[in-house]
Structure formats: structure tokens, C-alpha cells
């Protein structure tokens, strides 16, 4: 009776020795997401789908999450909805067509060999006997003294690209971390930039890190973009699109090519632009476009030093998934669970824990729960376009997407380690959890650009994407096996739903280390920062100076 009397007197004394944000840290429990994400990935919500009834039941649910808490409307003070326009493409008939000199043209099977749709918002695309020229990864990189085009005009013409970005060296481009320099949209901007009538990237697994049947599934369906970006008389640009690696090379014979030379070629600076001799491409398709509209909930809590309470600490999630789509045994509703009703759950949680502690926090507190982020990260892309906050006046970015729901683990990973000072506070934070923090393990993936904190980074905001860890406490030697066998089987399909290997614990406790990271970065001395060198150092300087004039 005396030890236990001992034991109690020993808990309250180290309960009274917390800080109000560590209590408030205790105060996110794992019974709250649990709530939230069983009622976010009910069937009733028909999967979220952007534009549809359960969008609408999915916003009025964050709105009345954030009301009940006590946080104020983020959009002008005003409201907690940000609604945005997006233009749906569907791509139909396309044809592809290769002729040599003094050769009858043959035809290339769309679906099989080739992907393409509008580079603009055209209804009809015609392009005829067009030039072809190989640019290598179609790369001006001036901080790495690259440059693939070497001066050349690429006006009317067809680019055709290796994708990825060089590996061959530690020393540049991150060595065999993917860099935005890799990713096919940087290829197809930079196509649009140089006036190319069109632009083609070569498809292998390796480069692209994933398998053609990917590309074609992707791709073939309905592509979403921003309303009004991609003008057609604005755009030299008329399409893009993908080649399997075998069609590519029949298309690089037939200019007395070797591909497999060219692809080594590309890994060199002093590379230049290869144009297929005698070689043509005609090319045609036509679109089908309607609008519909998706939607931002956006919510604020005020800091409590006026000095600095107009900078904040801006944290994402997306709350929209992929909705009905064909029956598998029966079940067509894709609840995401795990994408991303867990990650808005982490959200929800911070939040009422940082209004509970309201008066501790210096700077203030944004969510944006974004939408669309399925269909091509747009929501968060349209608030970085239109923020309700100026970049400059953001310190930090922590962008909840999946978290882990499959028990406690002695690890946390972050895409984007050690790129920010955030990542830092991270570490040290985990530290205090016994814990450690690991980079990503497939940096070579290019993770870091495929959700929405990577539009926030394209305006200087410096920003991490905390994943699970892989150091399971408890669990057996073979249970990371399994919870990857389980993950990679539900991902993005109906079985995304909450079943029977699910364990909260490990939420909770990396959810209250994203919560404490985040206080830190709230009270620190100074706004967080990008490292000296990074690709993001230089919008995040030229943010500072507008906020500063």
C-alpha cells in the first residue's frame, strides 16, 4: 500500500514538473483520431471524391470540427471555406504517327506505347510532321553549371526526354535523391518555357519508379488541372506525353540512333542536344473539359505576442480521396482511411491541443485542409497561388499525409531531413521520445514533390512531410513485412479502410511529436529557414524581402 502510495505521489509530482504544451501534447489521444477517422472514412462519405457530395459532407464536418474547438476562420477572418475552380480534361482518339524519309508512316498503339493529352486546353490537337530532338533530361540547372540545351532554339519542335535527373555523381544534383529537376512536370514546363511544339518522356521502371501500366492508368483518365492555367493562345505548347522504353528505342533506330548510348550520353555536362534526323512525328487528339469546383478549409489560431502573431505555423492535410470508382467484390467506395482521414485526424488534434495552450504560443497557428490533392496536389497549389497568408510570414510547413496507424515505433522518418531547421526542432524533439529520425529511404522515388508541402516549398515556405517509422516496438522482427504487404495491398483502392492490424498507439506518439515540434517553432527567436544551398533557399529569400518592404 505504501509503494503504491509512493508510485502516485512520484506520477503527480512529474505531471506538475510538465510545461502547459507538454500537457497539451498528453492531451491528443488516440480514442479522438480514432472518432475522427472512423467517421471521415464511413461509407456515408462515399470516399470523398473531389466535387461530389461527399467533398461537401467532408467540409461541413472540418467546419464544424474547427468551430467546436474554437478556431477562428482562416479565409479573411471571414470564413473557413476556399472555394476553387478546376477544369477537367479527358483525352480521346489519340494518335501517333512516326515517317522517315522515303518510308510510309507507322502507326504507335496509344495505351501500349504511347500516353498523350493537351498540353493546353484545346479541344483538337493537329501537329504534322513535326521534328524531333532528344535533349537528354532537358535540364538548365545553372547552380550545378548544367545546361542540356547548350543555345539551341527549341522553337516547333518535339522534345523528346530521359527522365529522372543525374545519379552518377553524390556530388550533384543530391546524388540519387530525386530532385525537382527529375520529376516530368519540371521536363513539360520546361518544354512550355522554350516554345516546343511538343514534349515525350521515355518511360522506364528505373527512372520513373514505377512500371508503364502506372502511366497508362494514370493518365488515361480524367486529368484535372486549375481553371484557367494552360491557355491555349498563350501556349506554344500543344501536347505531352510518355513513350515506353521499347517504343522509344524503335523511334531512335529509325534515325540511326542507339538509344541505349544516348541515355548513358545524357550523364554528362558537356551533353548536347541530339535532334533525330529525318525522322517526323504527326500527332492528334481530342479533349472533352467541364468545371467543377473543390474546396479548402481553412482555420486560425491566434498567437499571443503581437510582435510576431501575423507569422505563423502552417500545417496541411487533404481531405479528399478517391470516392466510387468500379466494385471489387461488391464494395466500390474508396473510404481512405489511412489517406488521408489519419492525417487529418493528427490535424484536428494539434489544433485543439494548440487552442487549449492558446495563451503559450507566440506565433500563430493556420491549418488548410486542402482538396484535390488526388487529382494533382491542387488545392494546396491553389493556396499557394492565392494564400490567405503571405509566404513570407509563414515559418514553417507540416504536412500530414498518412500517418502510423500500425503501433508504436523506435523511429520516425521525414521527407525533407535535414533540408530545414524545422527538421531539426524534429529531431530534437524525438530525443526526448527516446526516439531517432531517419531520412528517406527511397529518396531516388522523389517523395518529397508528390505531396502538398512541396507546393508550399515552390514559395520558400520551409516545410517537412513526417511517414512512418520502421523500428516497431513489439511487434516480432517480421511485422514490418507484413505491415508492408498490408499498406501496399490497400493503397489507394476500397480496402483502404480500418481493419484489424491498426494500432493508434503509434499515431498518438508521433502526432504529440509533430505537435511539440511545432510549439517550438511557434516560440523559437526566429522564422525557420531552408539550409544554405537548398533549391527552395532562394524563393524563401526573395519571400522575406516582400514581407520586408
Not at 506538475?16 to 498528453?26: D, L, R, V, Y
Not at 461537401?56 to 468551430?67: A, P, W
Not at 477544369?87 to 507507322?106: C, H, I, K, W, Y
Not at 499571443?304 to 466494385?327: F, K, M, Q, R, V
Request: charged content about 25%; hydrophobic content about 35%; aromatic content about 10%.
Amino acid at each position: 500500500m505504501k509503494s503504491s502510495f509512493v508510485l502516485l505521489t512520484i506520477l503527480l509530482l512529474l505531471a506538475g514538473c510538465q510545461s502547459p504544451a507538454e500537457k497539451a501534447a498528453q492531451s491528443i489521444e488516440k480514442e479522438a483520431m480514432l472518432q475522427h477517422i472512423e467517421t471521415l472514412s464511413d461509407d456515408d462519405f462515399m470516399g470523398r471524391a473531389t466535387g461530389t457530395e461527399g467533398e461537401e459532407m467532408t467540409v461541413e464536418y472540418l467546419v464544424e470540427q474547427f468551430e467546436e474547438m474554437g478556431a477562428q476562420p482562416g479565409v479573411n477572418g471571414e470564413r473557413y471555406v476556399q472555394e476553387f475552380p478546376l477544369l477537367g480534361q479527358q483525352t480521346s482518339n489519340a494518335e501517333m504517327s512516326v515517317s522517315t524519309d522515303g518510308r510510309t508512316p507507322f502507326a504507335l498503339q496509344y495505351f501500349d506505347e504511347f500516353m498523350a493529352w493537351p498540353a493546353n486546353q484545346a479541344e483538337r490537337v493537329e501537329v504534322e510532321n513535326a521534328e524531333l530532338v532528344y535533349v537528354g533530361y532537358g535540364i538548365q540547372a545553372p547552380e550545378e553549371q548544367w545546361d542540356d540545351y547548350k543555345d539551341m532554339d527549341m522553337s516547333g519542335k518535339i522534345l523528346v526526354f530521359k527522365n529522372n535527373d543525374p545519379e552518377y555523381d553524390p556530388e550533384l544534383f543530391a546524388g540519387n535523391a530525386r530532385l525537382y529537376y527529375g520529376r516530368y512536370d519540371y521536363k513539360y514546363e520546361k518544354a512550355k518555357e522554350l516554345g516546343a511544339l511538343g514534349a515525350i518522356i521515355i518511360h522506364t521502371d528505373e527512372t520513373a519508379g514505377y512500371g508503364w501500366n502506372v502511366v497508362s492508368n494514370s493518365w488515361s483518365r480524367e486529368r484535372f488541372t486549375l481553371k484557367g492555367e494552360g491557355d491555349t493562345s498563350n501556349s506554344p505548347t500543344k501536347f505531352n506525353g510518355w513513350m515506353t522504353y521499347q517504343t522509344s528505342q524503335l523511334l531512335f533506330e529509325e534515325a540511326g540512333l542507339n538509344l541505349e548510348e544516348q541515355m548513358e550520353a545524357a550523364d554528362s555536362p558537356d551533353f548536347e542536344p541530339v535532334e533525330l534526323s529525318g525522322v517526323r512525328m504527326n500527332v492528334s487528339m481530342n479533349a472533352d473539359y467541364r468545371e467543377i469546383m473543390a474546396k479548402n478549409v481553412i482555420a486560425e489560431i491566434k498567437g499571443s505576442d503581437e510582435n510576431i502573431n501575423d507569422e505563423y505555423l502552417l500545417l496541411t492535410a487533404h481531405h479528399d480521396h478517391l470516392g466510387i470508382t468500379t466494385p471489387i467484390e461488391a464494395d466500390s467506395i474508396n473510404n481512405g482511411a489511412s489517406d488521408n482521414a489519419a492525417g487529418v485526424s493528427a490535424l484536428l488534434e494539434m489544433m485543439e491541443a494548440y487552442k487549449s495552450i492558446q495563451g503559450e504560443i507566440e506565433r500563430s497557428v493556420l491549418a488548410v485542409v486542402v482538396g484535390a490533392e488526388e487529382v494533382g496536389l491542387l488545392g494546396s497549389q491553389y493556396w499557394a497561388q492565392n494564400p490567405t497568408v503571405e509566404p513570407g510570414k509563414v515559418t514553417a510547413n507540416i504536412n500530414l499525409d498518412g500517418m502510423n496507424v500500425y503501433g508504436e515505433t523506435q523511429d520516425v522518418v521525414v521527407v525533407g531531413y535535414g533540408r530545414t531547421t524545422l527538421s531539426d526542432l524534429l529531431e530534437e524533439e524525438a530525443a526526448k521520445q527516446g526516439r531517432t529520425v531517419k531520412p528517406d529511404p527511397y529518396p531516388e522515388r522523389g517523395y518529397f514533390y508528390r505531396s502538398d508541402h512541396f507546393n508550399m516549398a515552390k514559395v520558400g515556405i520551409p516545410a517537412i512531410f513526417p511517414n512512418p517509422g520502421t523500428e516497431y516496438i513489439g511487434k516480432g522482427e517480421d511485422f514490418l513485412a507484413l505491415r508492408d504487404s498490408v499498406a501496399d495491398a490497400n493503397y489507394h483502392t476500397v480496402n483502404d479502410e480500418i481493419n484489424e492490424y491498426w494500432d493508434l498507439a503509434g499515431a498518438e506518439l508521433d502526432t504529440r511529436l509533430f505537435f511539440m515540434t511545432g510549439f517550438r517553432a511557434l516560440n523559437a527567436p526566429e522564422l525557420q529557414s531552408w539550409k544554405p544551398g537548398d533549391e527552395f533557399e532562394a524563393k524563401r529569400l526573395e519571400m522575406l524581402d516582400q514581407v520586408a518592404q
